[in-house]
């Protein structure tokens, strides 16, 4: 197992265009995690899943955003309508269950909104 | 309210010296990360604490539960540590993580 694998590395979109992000996380971590960074700060949730469940979402997360982890393994982050705003790094993360496990990020993949 | 708090936010050392970064965070948690971030890259996890204290290499990391404070130490820096040290919580009361604004290392030769 290589870790937690995102895809594509880095997007460049026009405006009112759909992304979708992938995330493949380490294979028996049950518990999957979203995140979105922009410049200069530390990462916001975004939302988690427990297998196929998705069981908590932020408030960040409009409308134009869907997640989803249809067999419990690998998830799909999709952007509609694409803004400025929307520009950021998009961080995944794996881990077992709550307590003193540890989580494993993804390098991310690169948003660019033009 | 569950906030996570950094110092300093920047730094800039010679190599060789000794750094220290401090998190701060307002209630109980279950785990602790520290994390590295290069310019343009991902996420790496340096450590997870619970408790007490770990070591990799130049790197320690350090958790105090009763003052929630934990600290980042790193011996003889070297211009490759140069990156974003990030520590991230998860409290007792969520499943998310909670991720502090990081502090921004650069070490000159």
């Known amino acids: 197992d290589t870790g937690v694998s995102q895809n594509p590395r880095h997007k460049i979109t026009k405006r009112g265009q759909n992304v979708t992000f992938r995330c493949d996380p380490i294979?028996?971590?049950?518990?999957l995690y979203w995140y979105r960074q922009t410049l200069g700060q530390g990462p916001e949730f975004l939302t988690y899943?427990?297998?196929?469940?998705?069981?908590?979402k932020s408030r960040l997360l409009s409308d134009r955003f869907s997640a989803e982890r249809p067999k419990g393994s690998f998830s799909t982050l999709e952007i509609q309508r694409t803004e400025q705003g929307d520009s950021a790094m998009y961080l995944c993360?794996?881990?077992?269950?709550?307590?003193?496990?540890?989580?494993?990020f993804g390098q991310g993949t690169r948003l660019t909104v033009v | 309210k569950n906030e996570v708090e950094q110092s300093p936010q920047n730094l800039t050392a010679q190599e060789g010296e000794f750094i220290t970064i401090n998190c701060s965070y307002s209630?109980?948690?279950?785990?602790l990360h520290w994390l590295q971030q290069h310019p343009g890259g991902g996420i790496v996890s340096l450590f997870m604490?619970?408790?007490g204290k770990k070591k990799h290499g130049r790197l320690i990391a350090t958790i105090n539960i009763q003052e929630k404070h934990s600290s980042l130490h790193i011996t003889a820096s070297h211009p490759r540590d140069s990156a974003v040290y990030i520590c991230?919580?998860?409290?007792?009361?969520?499943?998310?993580?909670?991720f502090g604004t990081g502090t921004s290392l650069t070490v000159i030769p």
């Open positions: 993360a794996s881990s077992l269950a709550l307590g003193e496990t540890e989580a494993f």
């Open positions: 294979s028996e971590h049950n518990r």
């Open positions: 899943f427990q297998n196929e469940a998705q069981l908590e």
């Open positions: 209630v109980g948690i279950s785990a």
């Open positions: 604490l619970s408790s």
């Open positions: 991230a919580v998860r409290f007792h009361s969520g499943n998310q993580f909670y």
